[in-house]
């Protein structure tokens, strides 16, 4: 297994792009990262960020983020706070059958130096229907072949359409004009709620809804991994100073650890394998299994 330090020094970032910035990137103290790894990324940030992305000016400019605890929203907060936006962090409890992830969100949240960080209740247990809320078994070993061929029962009933209408309101109270979400349509496993025409539609839809869309001031919904492998997430993540360690993405938990068989943990593994590099959580799980 290499570092992280030789991993990214070792040339495997992409090369970069033309882009439009102004300064450098500076991340965040706090983050776990030392100074001189610090200084290496900073040089390094522009080939990291999506074609068409530019740096906020305004440190002030105020962001939604709805934090899971999960990889990618981990990822999300970290870009929202790299492009200078001031993350207002949403956890939704959405009636999963666990709230590990939620005590994952409140590690991320404070690692970040996320100052509000919001939660909100929505019943969806109430309506069932999901192997994430209601009591039927979430599938376990399946080749990506398989996880691609349908839509899993993993998918819950219009969750994302509740959360981004719970962001919606949160930005409208707070001020904010921008929402950023994980979502990821490439190892996103079949949800329709992870798709790119789906978020543009959510978009068209809050600019009619809202007093602040109808006064022209609607919010833009950024889904900075929409269209990311899972491999290419973590390398950003990484290099933003994400501490993976302290995420949870596994849907079917034993007390507080992965299950090591889900959709959502193989999905994790084989990237973190991608890349050469140990998973932080999942690696643990392993060592104290073979004691």
Do not use: W
Not at 103 to 121: C, I, M, N, P, Q
């Amino acid at each position: 297994m290499h570092s992280l330090y030789q991993f990214l020094e070792g040339g495997h970032l992409a090369p970069p792009r033309k882009r439009s910035f102004s300064g450098s990137l500076p991340l965040k103290e706090g983050l776990g990262v030392d100074g001189d790894f610090r200084r290496f990324v900073d040089g390094r940030l522009p080939a990291i960020l999506k074609e068409g992305e530019s740096i906020q000016q305004n440190r002030l400019v105020k962001a939604i983020v709805l934090l899971s605890g999960g990889l990618d929203s981990a990822t999300v907060l970290a870009l929202a706070r790299a492009q200078e936006f001031e993350p207002l962090a949403l956890t939704v409890l959405y009636g999963q059958r666990h709230l590990v992830e939620t005590d994952a969100a409140k590690r991320v949240a404070r690692a970040a130096g996320v100052k509000d960080h919001r939660f909100v209740r929505v019943e969806l247990e109430a309506l069932g229907g999901s192997a994430l809320t209601d009591a039927i078994d979430v599938p376990k070993d399946r080749d990506e072949k398989t996880m691609a061929g349908e839509i899993p029962v993993t998918y819950v009933p219009a969750r994302n359409t509740i959360m981004l209408s719970i962001a919606l309101g949160f930005a409208e109270v707070a001020g904010a004009r921008d929402i950023f979400v994980g979502v990821n349509a490439v190892d996103y496993s079949g949800y329709p709620d992870c798709r790119p025409e789906y978020l543009a539609a959510f978009e068209r839809m809050a600019a009619l809804a809202t007093k602040a869309g109808v006064e022209g001031n609607s919010v833009r919904i950024h889904a900075p991994l929409i269209d990311l492998p899972k491999a290419e997430i973590i390398r950003r993540g990484l290099a933003l100073g994400v501490d993976y360690g302290l995420t949870h993405s596994c849907y079917d938990p034993v007390g507080t650890q992965p299950c090591g068989r889900c959709d959502s943990c193989l999905i994790r593994m084989r990237a973190f394998q991608e890349l050469g590099l140990r998973d932080p959580v999942l690696g643990r799980m392993q060592e104290i299994k073979g004691r």
